[in-house]
């Protein structure tokens, strides 16, 4: 006789389970890239397509428009360090306490709720940002992901006695490697602003760890003012993150198309979806062809 054992799973229109895995094995192992789909695939495409501008639609058809470098894994990283930065601002504009941590990270003081009820979360690199504040949009940013705007497009600053009058923002890394991927630089004091680390395979200490090792070398940073644990601030945040992961892997290496997660109907049924595609879809007929009635 087997055990009981809690299982999650996936039921077509007829009732019939066509996917299914140990909820043990889904939170802490390889996941079912069909119950995943299924869980997170449209905030993926959604993302993706509104937040990044990485899913294009050309020729009747959605493509992955991105840099594929020879490491899948290397090109999964970096899709998943823009994705961080558009959930921590799409979180921050749900949830004021959330937009009040993050802002409080960034200035490296903690914030007044009336000083988080100003300001908002600016994304960098998102598409958002590009029509909304033009001047501020710069993908290729190599200090700042996100910056705190207010109504008046003033941006938040550092309180801090050793960085006054620097512009406040977050610097976002994802990685599974933080030693081999971005140590040095915070060791070399590159960033200005705090750092940002969601910690896939749970690094975050060894890192840490070896920056206290290395005070000398390192300039003596203060690991609780320029290395945060993405999970410490938002861990629902920084689930959505994990979670993404092997959706995107599966994208890149061709496992998983662009049309696969469209699969849960209400994607198609989402107003975002219908007006993104609309536009999308003029823009591709030429302008003589429109016709406004």
Wanted: glycine share 6%; hydrophobic share 40%.
């Amino acid at each position: 006789m087997y055990e009981s054992e809690l299982i999650i799973a996936v039921r077509n229109g007829n009732g019939k389970i066509i996917a299914s895995q140990t909820f043990e094995e889904f939170m802490n192992g390889r996941k079912n890239i069909e119950i995943l789909n299924y869980y997170t695939g449209q905030k993926l495409f959604d993302i993706l397509f509104d937040d990044l501008g990485i899913i294009r639609y050309e020729d009747n058809v959605f493509a992955l428009k991105t840099i594929f470098q020879l490491n899948p894994e290397k090109t999964t990283m970096s899709l998943l360090g823009k994705i961080a930065e558009a959930v921590i601002v799409r979180r921050c504009r749900e949830d004021e306490e959330i937009n009040k941590k993050w802002l409080s990270i960034a200035r490296r003081k903690k914030a007044k709720s009336k000083t988080a009820e100003r300001f908002q979360a600016v994304g960098t690199g998102l598409m958002r940002t590009k029509i909304d504040y033009p001047s501020i949009y710069n993908p290729a940013d190599t200090q700042r992901d996100i910056v705190w705007v207010d109504d008046e497009g003033m941006r938040a600053m550092i309180k801090s006695s050793y960085a006054a009058g620097i512009e406040a923002g977050l610097q976002i890394k994802v990685s599974r490697n933080g030693m081999g991927y971005f140590f040095q630089d915070l060791c070399n004091l590159r960033y200005e602003v705090p750092v940002v680390y969601f910690d896939i395979s749970h690094d975050y200490d060894k890192v840490a760890r070896e920056l206290v090792l290395n005070q000398g070398f390192c300039g003596k940073p203060s690991i609780e003012e320029n290395f945060v644990r993405a999970s410490a601030i938002d861990y629902n945040g920084y689930e959505e993150v994990c979670f993404y992961e092997d959706l995107v892997m599966a994208l890149v290496t061709g496992k998983l198309t662009v049309e696969d997660l469209l699969k849960n109907k209400t994607v198609c049924e989402s107003e975002t979806f219908r007006n993104s595609l609309l536009s999308a879809t003029i823009s591709q007929i030429p302008l003589q062809n429109i016709i406004i009635k």
